[in-house]
């Protein structure tokens, strides 16, 4: 069983940064593929990135050049920084841990993008 806490979320005029952070509780963190999803309001959660225990990384088109996953497995800590925010970016943004056999999500943290 794994346990996902995502934090960092809020409000950010267009253009800026913000650093999401998701912590894990459970051994074997470093096995799980993370990602970070988000859902919009009426639309579908889609994915933002994702990160193999050996680092690689994956984006969504709309977020390549702007935002950046990576983990610290000795921290059970996936991170998502995000830049050159859009009002597009906003949503509710979603941790995930994946294994072969099992997925988890987080409860969720509100982004917003608004001036």
């Known amino acids: 069983q794994v346990q996902l806490v995502e934090s960092g979320g809020g409000l950010v005029q267009p253009g800026g940064s913000l650093g999401l952070s998701c912590a894990a509780s459970?051994?074997?963190?470093?096995?799980?593929?993370m990602g970070w999803y988000r859902q919009a309001p009426g639309k579908q959660r889609e994915l933002v990135a994702t990160?193999?225990?050996?680092?690689?990384?994956n984006y969504a088109d709309s977020v390549k050049g702007r935002f950046t996953i990576s983990r610290d497995n000795a921290k059970n800590t996936v991170y998502l920084q995000m830049n050159s925010l859009k009002p597009e970016d906003t949503a509710v943004y979603y941790c995930?841990?994946?294994?072969?056999?099992?997925?988890?999500w987080g409860q969720g943290t509100q982004v917003t993008v608004s001036s």
């Open positions: 990160i193999t225990s050996g680092g690689t990384t």
């Open positions: 459970g051994s074997r963190f470093s096995l799980y593929v």
């Open positions: 995930d841990a994946r294994s072969l056999t099992n997925g988890y």
